[in-house]
T-cell receptor, first 114, second 111 residues
Framework: DAGITQSPRHKVTETGTPVTLRCHQT?????MYWYRQDPGHGLRLIHY???????DKGEVSDGYSVSRSKTEDFLLTLESATSSQTSVYFC?????????????FGPGTRLTVT | GDSVTQMEGPVTLSEEAFLTINCTYT??????LFWYVQYPGEGLQLLLK?????DKGSNKGFEATYRKETTSFHLEKGSVQVSDSAVYFC??????????FGQGTRLTINP
């Protein structure tokens, strides 16, 4: 199994509070991703990173920011959580360098915004 | 933009039945195609992939063939088992390693 951990695994928070989710990898892979999973939508890309301090937006980036100060850590921040951000969040990693590179997924974080 | 459409679920079959989960895609270029599987309470795992037209990906008895003429990548298995119960996602890669997923198909196999 790829060495990817996510923390916390479960979180309940109130509307308007800031929330940070952490993804940590031990594989030294270049690419890291944050997805959200919602019923009927599959997984949708929020942000991704192609190197330390190099990030870009995905399909559903509004209301989210990311940071990557070290190769192994990729943080996802909800500046002011809303109920529409209740979801399961998955981190993924990839070596990159070619179109068919496999992405390895973490176990997920279930976030509930009340 | 690129997109993936999967057959709607849920799908319920009896053990040893034949499985087909349909997947079609829209893409401007020549994507690579993937099937991922998600078991209850877990993250996604790559099941199989194909990188060019007419390639066949296979793993654990599952197969899918990249059909460029019909823009399809249907997942098949000849004899399903209870342990195959999971959610299956079809996906494609569009530039910069960004996966685009279908909505997922929940499969339940009854003994």
């Amino acid at each position: 199994d790829a060495g990817i951990t996510q923390s916390p695994r479960h979180k309940v928070t109130e509307t308007g509070t800031p929330v940070t989710l952490r993804c940590h990898q031990t594989e030294n892979h270049r690419y890291m991703y944050w997805y959200r999973q919602d019923p009927g939508h599959g997984l949708r890309l929020i942000h991704y990173s192609y190197g330390v301090k190099d990030t870009d937006k995905g399909e559903v980036s509004d209301g989210y920011s990311v940071s990557r100060s070290k190769t192994e850590d990729f943080l996802l921040t909800l500046e002011s959580a809303t109920s529409s951000q209740t979801s399961v969040y998955f981190c993924a990693i990839s070596e990159g360098g070619g179109q068919a590179r496999e992405q390895y997924f973490g176990p997920g974080t279930r976030l509930t915004v009340t | 933009g690129d997109s993936v459409t999967q057959m709607e679920g849920p799908v319920t079959l009896s053990e040893e039945a034949f499985l087909t989960i349909n997947c079609t895609y829209t893409a401007t270029g020549y994507p690579s195609l993937f099937w991922y599987v998600q078991y209850p309470g877990e993250g996604l795992q790559l099941l199989l992939k194909a990188t060019k037209a007419d390639d066949k990906g296979s793993n654990k008895g599952f197969e899918a063939t990249y059909r460029k003429e019909t823009t399809s990548f249907h997942l098949e298995k000849g004899s399903v088992q209870v342990s195959d119960s999971a959610v299956y996602f079809c996906a494609l890669i569009e530039g910069a390693q960004k996966l685009v997923f279908g909505q997922g198909t929940r499969l339940t196999i009854n003994p």
